[in-house]
């Protein structure tokens, strides 16, 4: 472990900034302050209110610093960086209002009153990866902190500038405690998970390191909640609006260059529809802008890593190699020397191919012609995520009993990737267990202790 971290600018490799690694004497310090700023915090539930509406506030007042500072060290354009910062702010503005059930009456019976209450864990650990830093934070931070827990932060290392910005601007609003932030790699993760006082840990990021943090989790029975992986599939009807679907799925699919857990990844299309979707969808992806993404007009920015574009671009290449047609893209689309792939369109996909069965986490999309519905709904069902889907038809109620079949977090009608924040968010099987957003996304946070009174005493 180096002692700082160096963020790197994945549009033009130049350096951004360093972050102190947190030591491990440090961690615990900060979770003693932590456990002890939770007491004080778990009891007075209206000044919670009023201070997660003032960090909604207050992440308004630094909307363009912070979103400037998003595009540059993870590399989205600055309006996917503005919007990110708008909808954290939109979370607190959420949980500032939503009531968390308080103590709720068990059904009666003779001679004993009971109630189930409901309380804060104490401390809690978010370990939240680099694709949308402030987002999940903010996914996270807010509801634990809504349910009266402190919480200990973890961003990936190569987004530590603009999340130790986003917590140092929240702090100016909180007490001191209940909220911090350690920085370092994997091995600072672990020792989160694994410190004595931390009593739940909320993680987002990978389907390997969420299986190791459960494992790691089961030696202290510490519960955990997994927003992992996905690789959702979008399914055309044989009455699909072919040319709206198409541009709604581009704009979702090359969002954040594709990284993005929910982006659809691959398409099933009626083979006697391909060629319609594929000029559609190439379209919008030509409309697209590549370059640096803190530049005024530019829509897509760079992968955020070198690693990422590998898998991706070797994702392309071997199923460039095993048949598939490149419809649209393929190059790098600027002479910047970041870690650029231009929205990527190909057709003549199939199952057996890694870009279509794997997630990609990148800008090429895969088109899937098929005939049959119900092969096509075995084999997404058959697969080991299941994140978000999509269903696109013009009957609305046959689309809607289509997406009914489909197993997955989030099923969508003519629509990917619509995210609110007072609807529950999260994953089965693979894709993990859990939820973020509305009120199963406080319950995270919260475990129930039931109060049950013997009336008679004698
Ligand atoms: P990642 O490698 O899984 O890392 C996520 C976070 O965990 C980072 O902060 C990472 O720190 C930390 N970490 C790594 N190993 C750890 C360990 N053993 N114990 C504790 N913490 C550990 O994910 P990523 O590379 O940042 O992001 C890309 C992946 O996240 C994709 O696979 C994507 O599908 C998934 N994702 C899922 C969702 C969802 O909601 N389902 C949302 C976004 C992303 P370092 O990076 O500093 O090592
Ligand atoms: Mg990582």
Redesign the pocket.
């Known amino acids: 472990m180096s002692d700082a971290l160096v963020s790197v600018n994945p549009a033009t490799l130049e350096e951004l900034g360093r972050t102190p690694v947190t030591t491990v004497d440090e961690l615990d310090r900060l979770a003693q302050a932590a456990d002890a700023a939770s007491r004080a915090w778990r009891d007075d539930h209206d000044r919670r209110r009023r201070l997660l509406a003032a960090c909604s506030f207050t992440i308004m007042d630094h909307q363009q610093e912070l979103a400037g500072l998003l595009a540059a060290e993870q590399g989205k354009s600055l309006a996917e960086a503005s919007g990110e910062v708008w909808i954290s702010a939109r979370y607190f503005a959420h949980l500032a209002r939503l009531d968390r059930p308080h103590a709720v009456d068990a059904p009666p019976a003779p001679g004993r009153t009971a109630r189930l209450v409901h309380r804060p864990y104490g401390v809690v650990a978010a370990?939240?990866?680099?694709?949308?830093p402030v987002f999940?934070l903010a996914a996270k931070a807010a509801p634990a902190l809504a349910a009266g827990n402190a919480v200990l932060a973890?961003?990936?290392?190569?987004v530590s500038l603009v999340v130790g910005r986003f917590v140092e601007l929240l702090n100016r609003v909180l007490p001191e405690g209940v909220l911090s932030v350690v920085h370092?790699?994997?091995a600072v993760?672990?020792a989160?998970?694994g410190h004595r006082l931390v009593r739940k840990v909320s993680?987002?990021?990978?389907?390997?390191?969420?299986r190791?943090?459960m494992r790691?989790a089961a030696d202290t029975v510490t519960p955990v909640t997994l927003?992992?992986?996905?690789n959702d599939p979008a399914i055309l009807l044989d009455d699909a609006d072919v040319a709206t679907a198409a541009a709604r799925l581009a704009t979702s699919a090359y969002f954040n260059a594709g990284q993005?857990?929910?982006a659809p990844k691959r398409a099933y299309v009626p083979e006697q529809l391909v060629d319609e979707f594929c000029e559609a969808f190439a379209a919008a992806a030509g409309a697209m802008v590549v370059g640096d993404p803190t530049a005024p007009g530019v829509t897509m920015g760079p992968l955020h890593n070198a690693a990422q574009l590998d898998v991706v671009r070797t994702l392309l290449e071997k199923a460039l190699a095993d048949g598939a047609e490149l419809v649209h893209g393929g190059g790098r689309g600027t002479d910047l020397p970041g870690h650029f792939l231009e929205p990527t369109l190909l057709r003549g996909c199939t199952d057996a191919m890694g870009v279509v069965a794997d997630?990609q986490?990148g800008p090429v999309f895969p088109v899937v012609g098929y005939r049959d519905l119900d092969e096509v709904l075995a084999v997404v069902n058959g697969q080991e995520f299941g994140?978000g889907a999509s269903v696109w038809g013009r009957d609305v109620g046959r689309a809607t009993e289509v997406a009914g079949r489909v197993e997955a977090g989030s099923v969508w009608v003519n629509q990917h990737n619509a995210l609110e924040v007072e609807l529950p968010f999260g994953?089965v099987k693979g894709?993990?267990f859990g939820r973020e957003g509305g009120l199963p996304g406080l319950e995270e946070f919260l475990q129930v202790t039931v109060l049950s009174v013997k009336e008679t005493v004698a």
């Open positions: 370990v939240v990866p680099w694709n949308f999940l973890k961003p990936a290392e190569s370092g790699d994997a993760g672990q989160l998970v993680f987002t990021g990978s389907t390997a390191v969420g190791a943090i790691q927003e992992l992986g996905g993005m857990c929910v997630e986490f994140l994953g894709s993990g």
